[in-house]
């Protein structure tokens, strides 16, 4: 594993993640970590709106920290929730799971392990 250490100013935002309604900033951690973890800020891309797809990851272990903003998730078995600043949520690995709406300022960090994951789309 290596050290990393990355500050605002030495990336930007992408669009070019899993979901076409986010921006995706990469924290370094893929590479840190020999792809054992991947870590991103993700922010609301403007002027788009989620989905609502349903689907899992194949993953052992999945964070999401909402920095700011808003975004409503639906868990199967668990129900909707208003994910707000400050909220922190463990998805298991595997669980259904889709996003319903979001506000235009969200901005939340991710945590997954492994680096490198498959997501699979889930009929509604």
């Known amino acids: 594993m290596k050290f990393s250490v990355q500050h605002a100013a030495d990336s930007s935002f992408k669009h070019d993640g899993l979901r076409k309604y986010f921006?995706?900033?990469?924290?370094?951690?893929?590479?840190?970590t020999d792809g054992k973890a991947v870590m991103h800020v993700i922010r609301a891309h403007e002027g788009?709106?989620?989905?609502?797809?349903?689907?899992?990851?194949?993953?052992?272990?999945?964070?999401?920290?909402?920095?700011k903003g808003w975004a409503i998730f639906e868990y199967e078995g668990h129900g909707q929730h208003k994910l707000v600043a400050g909220t922190c949520?463990?998805?298991?690995?595997?669980?259904?799971?889709r996003e319903i709406a979001h506000s235009e300022d969200l901005e939340l960090i991710e945590i997954v392990l492994p680096g490198h994951f498959e997501t699979i789309s889930l009929p509604d």
């Open 23 to 32: 921006d995706y900033r990469d924290l370094g951690i893929l590479e840190a």
């Open 48 to 67: 788009t709106n989620a989905t609502g797809e349903w689907h899992k990851h194949n993953i052992q272990l999945q964070l999401v920290y909402v920095l």
């Open 89 to 97: 949520v463990h998805q298991p690995p595997g669980i259904r799971h």
